[in-house]
């Protein structure tokens, strides 16, 4: 079976960093195409992943116009999400297009109109859903072990983690700061875990409140403040149709030694879960209450590596056969959408102060 042929736009940070180690060690997929607007990263993009024959481009637009390629990855900033994965799925693509969706919901719209108009494959890379303990509370919360879920904590808490290079710090090209960095995967995380994608109202409030330090004690290094233009901390209520709440927490800097990144906390009629520390689970049992801690990693055996746990290798092994098997993707455009539809609410609340609505 010939493989997949996968084009590589954007060779950035998240594409070294995931995409593209991810799919060097599927089988089944070829990376041989590589697009960025500096040529020299997708040269040296070619150099590590690709082989002496594949294509290297400066313009998307040109390797849309490779008929063989199957597969296209969007690595690029917020703001352009939408654009590239709309023109490769009118050129054919299935797309991976890296978290979040877009820069705002109503581009994130454009892109499902997309993928349901050209029949493509689209999906987000959510590749937080493909770890232990999240696949190990999935299965547990699609067996109704915690019964009805009503109320979930998302959490992506730094104490000083700010990303100081790339794009990260603009507005313009990101939308957001650590709400639409981080916090939207432990959104993505609650609402999936609940099963449930219909929001009612949301009220947040984002805060720049360290943003402005001067030489600040930071993971890597200090951030120039007259570049920090997004929030550092945004946090919100959001409740469902169904009445269930959930809480959201984000930031890169916080005076906060409680820290916590993609993580959620569930409260169910039958039990209760949370990840502080490693998965636990909570509840009653014969009128007494119980604790029962989840040993995800209990040792290897000598001389045997066995299944790769790495998220982002599970998610790329997962897109490519659903590709090659037509079916679903682990993460539906529509539930992408949803997650970009609730931060853009909480971005308009901190902005009114009134809550948001949603029809």
Partial sequence: MSKVRVGIIGCGGIANGKHMPSLAKVSEAEMVAFCDIERGRAEEAKAKYGSSEAAVYENYHDLLNDPSIAVVHVCTPNDSHADIAIAALEAGKHVMCEKPMAKTADDARRMLEAAKRTGKKLTIGYQNRFRGDTRYLKDACVRDELGEVYFAKAHAIRRRAVPTWGVFLDEEKQGGGPLIDIGTHALDLALWMMDNYKPKVVLGRAYHKLSQTENAANAWG????????????????????????????????????????????????????????????????????????????SGGVAFYEGASEDPGELEARAWIQAVINDTEPVVTPEQALVVSEILEAIYESSKTGKAVYFD
């Fill in 222 to 297: 200090p951030w120039d403040p007259a570049k920090f233009t997004v929030e550092d901390s945004a946090f919100a209520m959001i409740t469902m149709e169904n009445g269930a709440s959930i809480v959201l927490e984000s930031s890169w800097a916080l005076n906060s030694l409680e820290v916590d990144e993609a993580k959620v906390s569930l409260s169910g009629t039958k039990a209760g879960a949370d990840m502080k520390g490693g998965l636990r689970f909570n509840g009653e049992e014969n009128s007494r209450l119980y604790v029962k801690e989840i040993e995800l990693n």
